[in-house]
């Protein structure tokens, strides 16, 4: 069974940090790429970053470019995302999704396996 594990979210104040951890099982963790989305009060859920576990490539979008850094470790099968310089704009539930693919994408409906959402708070 697929399983996806998000933890490490939380209450932070401007200016902050927080890492989120999503852990897998249930697939070959090197054949696939993991994104982490977004979705805040009232908007669409917005892939932000995104890793192809095979080679560690990343992407990000604009928005937490410079402030956000994804990767991954394979022996745990985890991923992780490093989040710094939290605004209140990033105040959102962060979900990791993966699909069996080596190739970085960020489109919702791409994704087979999701996990089940990690609340972020930022206060101003």
């Known amino acids: 069974e697929v399983q996806l594990v998000e933890s490490g979210g939380g209450l932070v104040q401007a200016g902050g940090s927080l890492r989120l951890s999503c852990a897998t099982s249930?697939?070959?963790?090197?054949?696939?790429?993991i994104t982490w989305f977004r979705q805040a009060s009232g908007k669409e859920r917005e892939g932000i970053s995104c890793?192809?576990?095979?080679?560690?490539?990343?992407y990000y979008i604009d928005s937490v470019k410079g402030r956000f850094t994804i990767s991954s470790d394979n022996a745990k099968n985890t991923v992780y995302l490093q989040m710094n310089n939290l605004g209140p704009g990033d105040t959102a539930v962060y979900y990791c999704?993966?699909?069996?693919?080596?190739?970085?994408?960020?489109?919702?409906?791409?994704?087979?396996?999701w996990g089940q959402g990690t609340q972020v708070t930022v206060s101003s």
């Open positions: 999704a993966a699909r069996r693919s080596t190739i970085l994408a960020t489109a919702e409906n791409e994704y087979h396996f």
């Open positions: 890793i192809t576990v095979s080679d560690g490539s990343t």
């Open positions: 249930g697939f070959t963790f090197d054949n696939y790429a």
